[in-house]
């Protein structure tokens, strides 16, 4: 079909920055659209760890792309997340990408802190390393492998802008005051800042409607959704004419539906909807787990 052949010309043209940014978008999504009220687990310790494990299917222009899991290990004041990705269409012969991002941070009385981020990507014989140091809130340190020299058509990024940010995985850390975990559109009303390492951005939430959602498997969810319209804002780091950034900050066609994750103060995304340059995406979940008391810690990735 016309998906399918404008999916084979635009992967075969541009694998290396399809997996990055399809890991990194995804990653964005599932992370940053995430919102954490006050604690974790009401009845936790201050030193018990908690494991949460969530699974999402992805799919690409009617094509299931594969699987992306994000685990979070909370323990104390500390956190460590891990998202793992392996996307391809006809079992690697058209499209093949897998990677890893990671995120670890405190919180504190103000909010999270991030203290480091990394990303490692492969598609086809291509692949990078991207990893970020955080201290008091502001971007410290950015490393890449390979090395990429700043194009000069970027709208170039100040360091203000790098002040206050999020990474693509502590943007899920944010404070919604709300006590009903029963889809409450007051966990749309969110504004994030976010930089992937390259370009700095807005993730602007804003409520549209309650749904409720069936759950469809054993470890699935049952219960109601907040459905939260996604405008995604560029600011810089971006060529202005860069057609991926153009449909972004441009279409109202962005959802995401947020449901509380049972016994916990927490709310995930359960489904995500998205254009993109091939035809709509979507990510939506299929699993989940939280396990109290785990000693599960994340292993760290190899620095760039």
Known sequence: GLGFTKCRST?????????????????????????????????ETPAAATRIIVIYRVDLVGFNLGDFRLTM??????YQMK??????????????????TES???????????????????????????????DSGAVTKVSMVPDKKPNPHD?????????????PMTGAFLHAHS????????????????????????IALTPKRTVRVQKEAPTGYSGYAAVCGVKFIPISGYRPDNPGIQLMSQTDKIEVWLVSLPGTDMYLPYRIVLPTVVGYGSATLTSFQAEKGSRARLESSSQP
């Open 83 to 100: 998202g793992e990705g392996h996307f391809s269409i006809l079992a690697g012969l058209i499209y093949d990408a897998r990677g890893t």
């Open 179 to 202: 006590h009903d975990p029963n889809g409450d559109l007051k966990v749309c009303d969110q504004t994030i800042p976010v930089f992937d390492g390259e370009r700095r951005f807005d």
């Open 73 to 78: 290990v909370l323990k104390g004041s500390g």
């Open 104 to 134: 670890s941070g405190k919180f504190t009385s103000s909010g999270p802190k991030p203290a480091m981020y990394a990303l490692s990507y492969a598609g086809g014989n291509q692949r990078g390393q991207l990893r970020m140091i955080f």
């Open 155 to 167: 709208i170039p990024i100040t360091k203000e802008e790098l002040e206050g940010v999020f990474d």
């Open 11 to 43: 992967c075969r043209a541009s694998e290396m920055s399809a997996s990055r940014h399809a890991l990194v978008f995804v990653a964005i999504l599932l992370s940053t659209c995430s919102l954490l009220r006050g604690g974790v687990f009401a009845e």
